[in-house]
């Protein structure tokens, strides 16, 4: 009865391994050498740990709709392109009216000046 089991231990055992091993070995052979740079603030451009009320520049949140709006354009292209044989040209339509829609996002975020780093 137990030899049912053994190979869903064997995908536990070989999943933990592969998600746990390079970790291991990461943390063993890389160097631990931390310098100002390293340990600087990076992405939001604030330090983590102070007032959490305190103001800092729009433009990340203007980078992470950005990112948002790529990621869903790309989800839902490969779907379709798959199944658009099948769909036809509602299918079609409907894609280019959702690529429209993400369009007049980035075209928005450009006029922000959120491409624009400084």
């Given at each position: 009865?137990l030899?049912?089991y053994?190979?869903?231990?064997m995908?536990i055992?070989?999943g933990l391994g592969?998600?746990l091993?390079?970790?291991?070995?990461g943390?063993?052979?890389?160097?631990?050498?931390?310098d100002?740079?390293?340990?600087?603030?990076?992405e939001?451009?604030?330090?983590a740990?102070?007032?959490?009320r305190?103001?800092?520049d729009?433009?990340y949140y203007?980078v992470?709709?950005?990112?948002?709006?790529?990621?869903?354009?790309?989800?839902?292209?490969f779907?379709?392109?798959?199944?658009?044989?099948?769909?036809?040209?509602?299918?079609f339509?409907?894609?280019?009216?959702?690529?429209?829609?993400?369009?007049?996002?980035?075209?928005?975020?450009?006029?922000?000046?959120?491409?624009?780093?400084?």
């Amino acid at each position: 009865m137990l030899e049912n089991y053994f190979p869903i231990l064997m995908f536990i055992l070989v999943g933990l391994g592969i998600g746990l091993g390079p970790l291991i070995l990461g943390k063993l052979l890389s160097p631990n050498k931390p310098d100002s740079e390293k340990d600087s603030p990076y992405e939001c451009g604030f330090e983590a740990f102070e007032d959490a009320r305190m103001k800092f520049d729009v433009r990340y949140y203007l980078v992470a709709i950005l990112f948002i709006l790529f990621d869903l354009e790309i989800a839902f292209l490969f779907p379709w392109a798959v199944v658009l044989k099948e769909i036809g040209l509602f299918g079609f339509v409907a894609m280019m009216v959702f690529l429209f829609i993400l369009v007049v996002g980035f075209v928005y975020e450009w006029k922000k000046g959120a491409l624009e780093w400084d």
